[in-house]
């Protein structure tokens, strides 16, 4: 009998970009960042003023995040295109968080979004922080419901954040003893 073939998997990982030293990693993430985060069903989400994000503050960002704790995680393909980004923001004093996380429109709903959410907390424990924030759009369904069924909880509200007048939801994930 014919060994049966075997099914295309088409792996993705998440990985760890540090575009202020790797030139290939600025290169690489810059247009799928612009991309990803002015996508309009994104920016709604990922903006306070809903203003696009214009390419040289981006370029700013990414060449400049280390002293400001930003960090870089990406889910790659098997060829290494981006699927989705996360950025997240450490702080000894501060906490860690989740500071933006965004998919590309046509690679939604496939588990991208809730693979780099559990790498975040991967990420914050092995940096020895025992709670991992998030601040997220009140009209956010996605994310929220990314978040409730991951173990965060709702902690407390910013009203008005969005230039629109919505409110967000600040979240935090506790590891450890449940609360
Ligand atoms: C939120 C976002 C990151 C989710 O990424 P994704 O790869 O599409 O999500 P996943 O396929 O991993 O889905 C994980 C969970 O998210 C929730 N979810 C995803 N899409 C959803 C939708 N359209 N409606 C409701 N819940 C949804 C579900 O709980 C889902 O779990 P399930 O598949 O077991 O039901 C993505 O929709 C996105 O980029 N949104 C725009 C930017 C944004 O909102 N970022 C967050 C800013 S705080």
Redesign the pocket.
Same mark, same amino acid.
């Given at each position: 009998m014919p060994a049966k073939p075997i099914p295309d998997m088409h792996p993705i990982k998440v990985r760890e970009f540090v575009p202020e030293d790797e030139i290939e990693d600025k290169s690489s993430l810059l247009p799928v960042f612009l991309k $990803?985060w002015n996508a309009p069903?994104?920016l709604l989400?990922?903006s306070q003023t809903q203003i696009p994000f214009a390419s040289e503050v981006v370029q700013a960002w990414l060449e400049n995040h280390k002293k400001q704790g930003g960090r870089y995680f990406c889910a790659v393909d098997e060829r290494g295109n981006i699927l %989705?980004v996360m950025v997240v923001k450490e702080s000894p004093v501060e906490g860690f968080e $989740?500071y933006?996380? %965004?998919?590309l429109p046509e690679?939604? %709903?496939?588990?991208? %979004?809730?693979?780099l959410v559990e790498h975040a907390a991967i990420a914050a424990q092995d940096h020895g922080f025992s709670d991992i924030n998030?601040?997220?759009?009140a009209d956010?369904?996605?994310?929220l419901?990314?978040l409730l069924?991951s173990g965060y909880k709702p902690v407390s509200m910013e009203p008005h954040k969005r230039s629109d007048g919505t409110d967000a939801v600040r979240l935090k994930k506790y590891f450890g003893t449940i609360r």
């Open positions: $990803i069903e994104n989400y990922l %989705g $989740i933006g996380l %965004g998919v690679h939604k %709903g496939n588990g991208v %979004g809730r693979m998030a601040l997220v759009f956010n369904a996605a994310m419901c990314l069924t």
